[in-house]
């Protein structure tokens, strides 16, 4: 009877194994097309762009960036290195604007954006006396 229980599992296990793998194949393709559009769509935005299309798309995006827009920063581009400029309300508008550009398609990003420096809250000006 142990036997018997045990042949049962094993064909069991082998037909679930068998049945697993033939299902990648069926459904697979369309998958597969899908991943391929956006492996293409990905290729298409690494290929290297003239500087003066990356200077536009980062002015392009600025200009759309509601948060963004008031702190008119400004931006140069040298074979596909941006060098960012302006004042930042603070440290996450620098850190957009530096996004921003890297989407773009610059090669390196040079953030010489100025932003207020970051207040420590009482909390942690406390931790810091105890250590």
């Given at each position: 009877?142990?036997?018997?229980f045990?042949?049962?599992?094993?064909a069991?296990?082998?037909?679930?194994?068998?049945?697993?793998?033939?299902?990648?194949?069926?459904?697979?393709?369309?998958?597969?097309?899908?991943?391929?559009?956006?492996a293409?769509?990905?290729?298409?935005?690494?290929?290297?762009?003239?500087?003066?299309?990356?200077?536009?798309?980062?002015?392009?995006?600025?200009?759309?960036?509601?948060?963004?827009?008031?702190?008119?920063?400004?931006?140069?581009?040298?074979?596909?290195?941006v060098?960012?400029?302006?004042?930042?309300?603070?440290?996450?508008?620098?850190?957009?604007?530096?996004?921003?550009?890297?989407?773009?398609?610059?090669?390196?990003?040079?953030?010489?954006?100025?932003?207020?420096?970051?207040?420590?809250?009482?909390?942690?000006?406390?931790?810091?006396?105890?250590?």
């Amino acid at each position: 009877m142990k036997r018997i229980f045990a042949v049962f599992c094993f064909a069991l296990a082998l037909s679930a194994v068998a049945f697993a793998q033939a299902q990648p194949a069926q459904g697979g393709e369309t998958m597969m097309k899908k991943s391929d559009k956006k492996a293409q769509k990905k290729a298409e935005k690494s290929v290297p762009q003239s500087d003066g299309d990356i200077q536009q798309c980062i002015t392009d995006k600025l200009a759309k960036s509601e948060k963004l827009k008031s702190q008119s920063f400004s931006s140069a581009v040298s074979s596909g290195v941006v060098t960012l400029t302006g004042n930042a309300t603070n440290a996450g508008s620098k850190g957009a604007a530096t996004g921003i550009a890297k989407r773009c398609g610059a090669t390196k990003v040079v953030n010489n954006i100025t932003a207020p420096a970051v207040k420590k809250s009482e909390k942690s000006e406390k931790s810091d006396k105890k250590g």
